[in-house]
């Protein structure tokens, strides 16, 4: 998470209000290539990213409350900063085992848009790496088979130093039901 803090202190692609998003640089043929900025991370063992625009904040393991009767993957809320904010264990949604916690688990909180509500929640992972400037050129469109997850939740495959990354379309991960039952267990707790 160090990594993280560097890039974002560096202040050459921070707004002021602390969203990134796509960049465009000038390219040695002097056109311009666009590179879209990525948080990286992990889920059991396997890179995700998602767009840094969309990323509030990230934060190391806190407290994790408990709600009743909520669907299997909520792991609970959190209290983040007199906001309740759902936790969403990203493995169970895509199907696996539950995270293990250990040092380097960490919560990504997002802004998730449903139907133009702006919904925020956390998204629980094994560990979060570092931002990094991906050219739209290294981009490709999602796989129609050999993933693991809904072909529908990818933006698109990665390619950096010889390894994938998988960018999650986090507005696509969840549905307006499950939005709208998260919703209403944050309020219910509040």
């Given at each position: 998470?160090?990594?993280?803090?560097?890039?974002?202190?560096?202040?050459?692609?921070?707004?002021?209000?602390?969203?990134?998003?796509?960049?465009?640089?000038?390219?040695?043929?002097?056109?311009?290539?666009?590179?879209?900025?990525?948080?990286?991370?992990?889920?059991?063992?396997?890179?995700?990213?998602?767009?840094?625009?969309?990323?509030?904040?990230?934060?190391?393991?806190?407290?994790?409350?408990?709600?009743?009767?909520?669907?299997?993957?909520?792991?609970?809320?959190?209290?983040?900063?007199?906001?309740?904010?759902?936790?969403?264990?990203?493995?169970?949604?895509?199907?696996?085992?539950?995270?293990?916690?250990?040092?380097?688990?960490?919560?990504?909180?997002?802004?998730?848009?449903?139907?133009?509500?702006?919904a925020i929640l956390g998204a629980l992972t094994d560990s979060v790496q570092e931002v990094i400037d991906l050219p739209s050129g290294c981009i490709e469109?999602?796989?129609?088979?050999?993933?693991?997850?809904?072909?529908?939740?990818?933006?698109?495959?990665?390619k950096r130093n010889d390894e994938f990354i998988i960018i999650l379309d986090i507005d696509k991960v969840f549905s307006v039901q499950e939005i709208c039952?998260?919703?209403?267990?944050?309020?219910?707790?509040?």
């Open positions: 998470m160090q990594q993280i803090r560097e890039n974002s202190d560096r202040g050459d692609s921070v707004d002021s209000a602390g969203s990134v998003g796509e960049r465009a640089k000038e390219a040695p043929s002097g056109e311009t290539a666009r590179e879209v900025q990525l948080l990286t991370f992990t889920v059991a063992g396997e890179q995700y990213g998602v767009e840094v625009d969309r990323v509030r904040e990230v934060l190391e393991l806190p407290r994790i409350v408990k709600v009743p009767k909520t669907l299997e993957y909520v792991r609970g809320i959190i209290n983040l900063r007199g906001t309740v904010v759902p936790v969403i264990d990203l493995k169970q949604k895509f199907g696996m085992d539950r995270t293990e916690e250990t040092i380097d688990t960490a919560i990504i909180v997002m802004e998730v848009t449903v139907q133009g509500e702006v469109p999602a796989p129609k088979f050999g993933t693991a997850l809904e072909n529908s939740f990818i933006q698109g495959m990665g039952r998260l919703n209403e267990s944050a309020e219910e707790a509040n």
